[in-house]
């Protein structure tokens, strides 16, 4: 099990069977894939995060401040976080001109979110002016474009890194390089569907007002 705040109340989640979206490794355009870039920076102390639990985010930090810092880009990019419905976009909060590895600290930024919790967005302005948010529900698509690994050891264990794909699936590569980030004082906050009841009886009108928000928005 795992421990979340939800809304400032601490509860218990299960999370299911791990569900993993498909990462590309042949290593297209003869960029480095993402385990070799995962490697390259943090060895082998890295997991994968179950695809299920990292669509939305919570600030975790005593400071009330994250922070982020780019490690690679495949081309130009800009991350922007966002409230739980794709609106009040603020940022944005990390960007880069240019691909391949980027130096540790020169392309950083914080994260103070006006809303909590929140989502990741990434935006290519180079290949499309579409932007990609880290829950799949919002996206033209409606596919996942946001891959999630947590470090384990080291200096940076606990936080955690974030990897976007930049275009339309039916146009991808697949390998989501495009944007690799590494952010601390922030943590995934599962689905609300895997959220023990008993918690949820404490938010009854605040789940169901959710929902019916978020169908709206995609219908």
Excluded at 48 to 65: A, E, K
Aim: hydrophobic share 40%.
């Amino acid at each position: 099990m795992i421990a979340v705040g939800v809304t400032g109340m601490a509860c218990s989640v299960i999370t299911s069977q791990a569900s993993l979206t498909y990462v590309n490794e042949t290593g297209a355009n003869g960029e480095p894939t993402l385990n070799t870039i995962m490697n390259t920076v943090y060895g082998a102390n890295y997991t994968r995060v179950d695809d299920s639990i990292d669509q939305i985010w919570n600030l975790v930090s005593p400071t009330g401040m994250a922070s982020l810092d780019a490690i690679y880009a495949g081309n130009s990019q800009a991350l922007y976080t966002t409230d739980l419905l794709g609106n009040q976009k603020a940022g944005p909060i990390i960007s880069v001109n240019g691909g391949g590895y980027i130096s540790p600290g020169s392309a950083t930024g914080t994260i103070a979110p006006t809303v909590n919790p929140f989502l990741f967005m990434d935006n290519s302005p180079n290949t499309s002016a579409t932007y990609w948010s880290s829950d799949p529900s919002l996206n033209s698509d409606l596919l996942d474009h946001m891959v999630t690994f947590e470090i384990t050891g080291g200096t940076d264990a606990g936080d955690y890194v974030i990897a976007f794909e930049d275009l339309p699936h039916d146009v991808s590569d697949l390998d989501y390089n495009d944007f690799v980030v590494q952010v601390s004082g922030v943590a995934p906050v599962p689905e609300s569907t895997t959220i023990i009841a008993g918690a949820l009886l404490f938010l009854p009108l605040g789940v169901s007002t959710f929902r019916i928000l978020r169908k709206s928005r995609m219908a």
